[in-house]
């Protein structure tokens, strides 16, 4: 697997919480080291673009609302396997269903605001990361 990078975001309901630093503590007792990372306010259109692959699905207004009702932290994670390992350390998507521990277990408050995004594969990881952040952003 080696070394690999991964996109994730700090969602508005754990900004609004004040929980960046709670969170960025498990990715780094997961050994995922934070080697970019901005906070940043999206535009429901922004959102949009980023979550396009779930235009169809019925919950698409309500989560690009969301994500561009106050600041997000995007971030960008390495570590060997870090694509799953951030996966992991996230939970599952429904805080129910969330393993005790994880982030979304602790943090999120619903199915939508579920604290935190982090990519599910090498190329959509790579899609993402360049989404939000230039190369010259990207100092290991
Ligand atoms: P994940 O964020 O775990 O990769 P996903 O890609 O299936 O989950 O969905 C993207 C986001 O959309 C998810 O983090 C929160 C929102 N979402 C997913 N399913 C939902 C649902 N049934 N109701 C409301 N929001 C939902
Ligand atoms: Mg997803």
Redesign the pocket.
């Known amino acids: 697997m080696g070394v690999e990078r991964t996109l994730s975001i700090i969602k508005p309901d754990a900004t609004t919480r004040n929980l960046t630093g709670q969170i960025n503590a498990k990715f780094e007792a997961a050994g995922l080291r934070i080697v970019a990372q901005k906070r940043i306010q999206l535009t429901p259109a922004q959102a949009g673009q980023f979550y396009a692959v779930?235009a169809e699905r019925p919950?698409y207004g309500?989560?690009c609302d969301f994500m561009a009702s106050a600041p997000v932290v995007t971030q960008v994670l390495e570590g060997e396997g870090a694509i799953a390992k951030n996966r992991e350390v996230m939970g599952a998507?429904n805080p129910a269903d969330a393993a005790p521990g994880t982030i979304r277990a602790e943090f999120a408050q619903s199915?939508?605001e579920?604290s935190v995004?982090g990519s599910?594969a090498p190329e959509t990881a790579a899609e993402e990361i360049a989404f939000f952040f230039s190369g010259l952003e990207l100092v290991g």
């Open positions: 779930h919950f309500e989560l998507t199915v939508g579920n995004h599910d």
